[in-house]
Structure formats: C-alpha cells, structure tokens
C-alpha cells in the first residue's frame, strides 16, 4: 500500500519560511517523479514544483521560481518544498505527489499525500 505522508505545514506571517517534507512508503521511491502542489479555498489543485527520480532535474511554476526549492533524498524515501519569502497567496492545502513521469501536468501523478495546511498572514 502506498503512503504519502506531509508534514511542517503551519500559520506563519508574510516574509517567513517553511519546509515542508512528505514521506513515502510502499513504493520504489527512486523510481518515481515528484511533485508538490497546492489547492487553495474555491480554486483549483495547481502545480508548484517537481523532481525527477534522481534529482538533477526540478521544474517550478512562475509562482514559485525564486522562492521555493524542491529536492528530494532518495536513501529516507522523502521529498522535501523548501518556502521562503512566504505571500499570503501562497495560503493553500500542499500536496506531494508521486509520478511515473517527470512533468506538470496533475492528471499524471499516480499516488497523492492527504495535504498539509499553509496559511500565511499578513
């Protein structure tokens, strides 16, 4: 059975940082494309940032590049979303993702984590 599991979501003021982190198990971890994304109240579920299997390669939405760094450690089976510079916009539900491919697209990924709050004040 997989798992995705987030954690380090929380209330912080505009300008702070967060990490969040989601846990896998149940799959190779290695094998798969990761990607976190994000669905904020009355919105749709949207791209933020993906890995590839090994993690020489990332791709960020407009939103996120300069902000938000993905990376991945493949020996603890965890995915890792640096935030820094947090904007109230970025308020949303995150989720990891686990994919057979490296892409954007959200009808792509195979295997989703529950969701992590974040609420940035401002």
């Known amino acids: 059975q997989v798992q995705l599991v987030e954690s380090g979501g929380g209330l912080v003021q505009a300008g702070d940082s967060l990490r969040l982190s989601c846990a896998a198990s149940?799959?190779?971890?290695?094998?798969?494309?990761m990607g976190w994304f994000r669905q904020a109240p009355g919105k749709e579920r949207e791209f933020v940032a993906a890995?590839?299997?090994?993690?020489?390669?990332?791709n960020y939405a407009d939103s996120a590049k300069g902000r938000f760094t993905i990376s991945r450690d493949n020996a603890k089976n965890t995915v890792y979303l640096q935030m820094n510079s947090l904007k109230p916009e970025d308020t949303a539900v995150y989720y990891c993702a686990a994919g057979s491919r490296f892409t954007i697209r959200t009808m792509a990924y195979h295997y989703w984590g529950q969701g992590t709050q974040v609420t940035v004040s401002s």
């Open positions: 890995i590839n299997w090994s993690g020489d390669d990332t």
């Open positions: 149940g799959l190779t971890f290695s094998n798969w494309a």
